[in-house]
């Protein structure tokens, strides 16, 4: 969809389906997001703040800054944050657990595997005992799923037909530049730095999702909190996603607000920078339907046969409530 019609497009979801909202109780609802110093997720939570959208929705926000990829969870099951970002797969294995977390939907930005254009590699046959750097470790939802595609389109076991090397996603960017490793497989906002820096893209995730039979966009990555909370503080709940996804219209339409925060971005140059604003707005949501849903219940079931319990716990589909009933995107067009 087209920026300017994206722009367009969220203003009126904000302003008809979000922002139809309880009066606001006088004294503002705290809401304390969790979010590592270093994420995108910070400009969106920029955007909110100095627009004031949540505040105009009787929400305080309070920016919890973490310091590592397992702090967030860590902090939401320790009741140091009330809302942090994360996968509907960690909120289906907690709720096997009965432990009641649930999502809204943020992203459907996820990672992608980038090769050097000079490199010769068209394919993942051709990658038969190259170095294949990989975010996340082994449990990795990309990774699971590019196994899963891998397997069923090519009949290759990817992990032995590749020499894997794991590493933390700037050390991963820095060894693809440095042609240390043949292929990068790293998350969104990475993937776009090696893509301004002249590598391509070998596969990304709407075509593994192709390949496995999902021809729907899923979100993977949301707003995660716990049910019982939601529960207290519906209003407060509702106020900060319209607040999420006004910052999103803002971003979808105004180049002065991403100059704004381009020093957030830490952008080494342009390239980099309109890769960045490129892979954020084409990650965000506009729409959800039942079909949006079987397909997340598909790529369940893909992921619980490629990763198993150790992945998503012991339910054998998605549990009920993984998504948040009191979020709703507008239904998918037929067209």
Not at 125 to 140: E, F, Q, R, T
Not at 141 to 158: G, N
Not at 200 to 227: A, N, Q, R, Y
């Amino acid at each position: 969809m087209h920026h300017r019609y994206l722009h367009h497009f969220l203003i009126a979801l904000v302003t008809l389906s979000l922002t139809a909202i309880a009066h606001a109780n006088p004294k503002p609802a705290v809401v304390r997001v969790g979010v590592l110093g270093f994420g995108t997720v910070n400009w969106e939570l920029d955007v909110m703040q100095v627009h004031g959208l949540a505040k105009k929705r009787g929400v305080e926000l309070k920016i919890v800054p973490l310091a590592s990829a397992d702090a967030p969870t860590v902090a939401l099951q320790g009741g140091a944050v009330d809302v942090i970002v994360a996968d509907w797969i960690w909120v289906s294995r907690q709720r096997a657990e009965s432990n009641a977390y649930t999502f809204a939907p943020y992203s459907n930005a996820v990672g992608s595997l980038m090769t050097d254009r000079h490199s010769g590699i068209k394919s993942l046959s051709d990658l038969k005992d190259k170095k294949v750097g990989i975010a996340g470790g082994p449990n990795d939802k990309t990774l699971l799923l590019l196994r899963a595609y891998a397997q069923r389109k090519l009949d290759l076991d990817l992990p032995r037909h590749v020499k894997p090397t794991y590493a933390a996603p700037p050390l991963l960017t820095e060894l693809a530049l440095r042609n240390q490793i043949d292929a990068a497989l790293n998350y969104w906002h990475y993937a776009a730095r090696l893509e301004a820096s002249g590598m391509t893209t070998l596969i990304d995730m709407p075509e593994i999702l192709k390949g496995l039979g999902i021809d729907k966009p899923i979100p993977l990555i949301g707003w995660v909190f716990h049910e019982e909370w939601a529960l207290r503080n519906a209003d407060a709940v509702k106020g900060f996603l319209a607040a999420s996804y006004e910052a999103k219209a803002i971003l979808a339409g105004s180049d002065a607000e991403w100059n704004r925060i381009r020093p957030k971005m830490r952008a080494e140059n342009d390239a980099v920078f309109a890769a960045l604003r490129r892979g954020f707005l084409k990650g965000i949501p506009t729409c959800s339907d039942q079909e949006t849903m079987t397909a997340v219940g598909k790529t369940f079931g893909i992921l619980a046969e490629t990763g198993g319990t150790q992945l998503v716990g012991r339910s054998s589909e998605l549990p009920t409530g993984t998504f948040w009933p009191g979020f709703r995107l507008p239904p998918c067009s037929a067209g």
